[in-house]
Nanobody, 128 residues
Framework: QLQLVESGGGLVQPGDSLRLSCAVSGTILATYHMGWFRQAPGKGREFLGAFKWRGDSTYYADSVKGRFTISRSVAKNTVYLQMNQLNPEDSAVYYC?????????????????????WGQGTQVTVSS
């Protein structure tokens, strides 16, 4: 069992940067996958990026590639989402997610239905 808790959201101005954190409680195996999603009002949950806990390269959605960066701290069991050049269209509730796998899976997981664990989300509002 994992518990995920996001933090770091808030109100920022266009062009600002923000770093979100996702603290993970429980044992994370190297085979696990992690993902970041967001959901704006009236819209479905949008995939932002995913990576494998063992440290392979990260896969990003085209909509955020070059602006958003995912990283992790193994020591802290924490996943980060660094967001740069924010604009009002980035306003949403941001979620981290985890997929518990017992073996290594080569492909990345871009679909929300593939994840087993979710945090409660953190609100990001970009407004002048």
């Amino acid at each position: 069992q994992l518990q995920l808790v996001e933090s770091g959201g808030g109100l920022v101005q266009p062009g600002d940067s923000l770093r979100l954190s996702c603290a993970v409680s429980g044992t994370i195996l190297a085979t696990y996958h992690m993902g970041w999603f967001r959901q704006a009002p009236g819209k479905g949950r949008e995939f932002l990026g995913a990576f494998k806990w063992r440290g392979d390269s990260t896969y990003y959605a085209d909509s955020v590639k070059g602006r958003f960066t995912i990283s992790r701290s193994v020591a802290k069991n924490t996943v980060y989402l660094q967001m740069n050049q924010l604009n009002p269209e980035d306003s949403a509730v941001y979620y981290c997610a985890a997929k518990a796998l017992n073996s290594f899976v080569r492909r990345y997981l871009p679909s929300e239905g593939e994840y087993d664990y979710w945090g409660q989300g953190t609100q990001v509002t970009v407004s002048s």
